[in-house]
């Protein structure tokens, strides 16, 4: 035993040291636990108390002010306002209006409770109105409604005659009738500006056993007691407990900032202070209510550090050895790598945070000089895109998320701003002045429409890309007014002529390069007008006397027919012959010179020797010599037509060998390199010496599934025949086709298979093997 100790690596009795201390951890929680459960649950009720506590508070506090807002509704009252105001001598009762006022005020004890009972005194008429009868003296009230040990007077002097702005009287009992009852009293005198001697008062007698349901919540959880207490320190009201009771109760806590709950013998005392009215709402809470859930958590806390010390002297071993087998692996295979002789232990350690942490620095370094790229990188994109320098989708996409630019349709508008100033080009100030200016036009452009790409255009211009998901007809007059509008902006705020040159608007991206020719031929048309503002290129006047065909366009065109997209090639040249034969009459010299221009465009393509089929070379050179501009432009079309077909099918078939030979590479390496657990697609591209995505791109087209498809496959194959094979151990087989770990290898074989690798080997046995 003491000898396999020794042998085992020092990354592992690391782990198995340190699994071996987690497992003390357990046997302090278990000793710490009890105290720990008791702190917690006290803490957990306390929060709750003071939760449920503050909610009692709030319903309270939005009930009275229910009650004080139906005081102000009776205060703006048309009708109690005209009962409050005609002077005694000059009323013999109003017997409708009060009729109408108490019809009135009987629907406000619906909405609620604590509005069920509440009368309104007339200091004028020295009536009382209350939802369902008119008393005509208030001693008559009185006689049926009374605070017990009142007496009359005392009552008239400070609920009817003295000014009261939202006073809550303290609870008192009450005698309606026969029935008596404790309430609380909500006291408000009409008009609410009155100071002096009121007009009216509005009293609202409320029942503490309907006040006391917003308080329950305490006594019902925890069967404690709560109450309320005024400014003043007067009880309002309370619940669970009696004012005798309240009156013993000693170390109350004052409900401010640190200062919300407290000890007091058996209880934990909670207050709240609402600090607009300056009330207190304090609660008791018996610490026995505490103690069932400490003992709950107690007897959890046994039972698992129990259960934590089996199960980790189970698995420490285990835990441990595994945590160890991937470190060990990748040590050798880094150390592998560098040519280095394995070391030991915490110079391992060493070993992986130096390089991993010099890892990190180059890959941030390298992400810090990207993001810096990615201006320079936007521009570029958008001059590509400009003139037509994308063939296919795919590119088109890879380089647009390389510049980090969503491509928001097919659509849209190209064209170009051209800032005119004065002065000369040498000096520095003019230098400085343009750059300034190229900055203030292409913020301009940005906040005309978020959505536009903008880029510089030699030293005085800006080209700008409008791209749009959708038909283009009803947007092209706002666009052009925008810029319209933009122009003037920039003149009147920082005296600066632009003028804006617009091509036709293009359905699709492989025709912004002619929709951007467009545009400069209209800014070049205002050098010679000098028209300002923005310019279209349907209104400038074309030059028919010479023939369309741009070095932008010839260049769009070889490219074209060089990546093979013969439909795209010929879209291009049926544009030239629109431009020129369409929208043009151009002279037999000038179509002579055109028609020469294409063929010697057609001809660059041979002398680049494109392909290696002399025969087929020669053939195309002979009917590109043989074309000629009297057979008509449909003659001529289909002629050359017939020429980039012929070519582009020529570079397809160059295309698809090299594909077939790069896949061919790729498996013939694959097949030879499958053991290599640390195989990637970076081998595979750097054997066949081709870019990574071509290679992954091309596998999947060719054999119709990933790389890594195929050598998951190829590993399993070559798995399978090890396993009939009984001398070697499933766990050598994994290691022998490439796997890091057995596991690994199980799920992959079963991925591929669908039984287990120890299944597969039982069934080879019994010759049922598929």
Known sequence: MKRVWLNISPVFRKFLMSYLIVLLIPLIAGYVSYRTSIDVAEQSSLETSIMTLQQSKDLMERRLAEVQGFTKQLAINQDLARLMTVRADEQNYDVYGLWKMMRDISNYSQTNDFLSNFYIYLRNSHLVLTPST????????????????????????????????????????????????????????????????????????????????????????????????????????????????????????????????????????ISIRDELSGWVYTAGVPKSALMVNANRIKNITGTLTAISLITGLVFGLFLAYRSSAPINKLVGSLKKQLGLESGAGYQDYDFITGNISSLIASNRQLEHELRSQVPLIRDAFIKRLLVGEFYNGDDLAAASAQADITINGDAGYAGLAKINTFGGSDSREFLAEFSVARLIVRQ?????????????????????????????????????????????????????SVQFGMGRPFEALADVGISFGEAVEAIDYTAFTGESGVIRYEDSTQDASLFYYPIETETRLLNTIKSGDGKEAMRILEHIAERNFKERELSRDMMEQLIGELKGTLLKLLDQKAGDDNRLVESLQYRIAHIQSAAGTDRLL????????LY???????????????????????????????????????????????????????????????????????????????TLKIDDIAERVGYNSAHSFRRAFKRVRGISPSMFREAAELGDVR
């Open 134 to 269: 008119v008393y005509y003296r208030p001693e008559l009230f009185y006689e049926s409604n009374h605070y017990e040990g009142m007496p009359f007077e005392t009552w008239k002097k400070n609920f009817l005659e003295k000014s009261n702005l939202s006073i809550v009287v303290p609870q008192q009992d009450y005698v309606q009738k026969t029935h008596k009852q404790t309430v609380v009293s909500f006291v408000q005198s009409l008009p609410l500006n009155s100071f002096d001697t009121p007009l009216a008062s509005v009293v609202v007698v409320i029942d503490t056993k309907k006040m006391s349901a917003s308080l329950s919540g305490i006594t019902s959880q925890y069967g404690g007691w709560s109450f309320v207490k005024n400014h003043e320190g007067e009880t309002v009201m309370s619940e669970g407990i009696t004012g005798s009771g309240i009156a013993k109760i000693k170390n109350i806590p004052s409900g401010k900032p640190g200062d919300i709950s407290r000890a007091a013998d058996d209880m934990l005392l």
């Open 638 to 645: 289909g002629q050359m037509g017939e020429i980039i077909s």
């Open 444 to 496: 301009s452009l940005m906040e005309a429409d978020p959505d536009m790409l903008v880029t510089d255009w030699g030293q005085d211009k800006l080209a700008f890309l409008l791209l749009r998901a959708s038909k283009l007809a009803p947007d092209e007059a706002l666009v052009i007014q925008r810029l319209q509008e933009l122009a003037a902006t920039l003149f009147s705020h920082y005296h600066m």
């Open 648 to 726: 582009c099918s020529m570079v397809e078939e160059k295309k698809n060998a090299l594909h077939h030979q790069t896949v061919h590479q790729a498996k013939l390496f694959l097949d030879s390199a499958y053991g290599d657990a640390e195989l990637t697609l970076y081998h595979i591209a750097k054997q066949v010496g081709r870019p990574e995505k071509y290679v992954s791109t091309v596998f999947k087209e060719s054999e119709g599934e990933h790389w890594f498809d195929y050598l998951e496959r190829l590993r399993i194959d070559k798995a399978s025949e090890l396993l009939l094979n009984r």
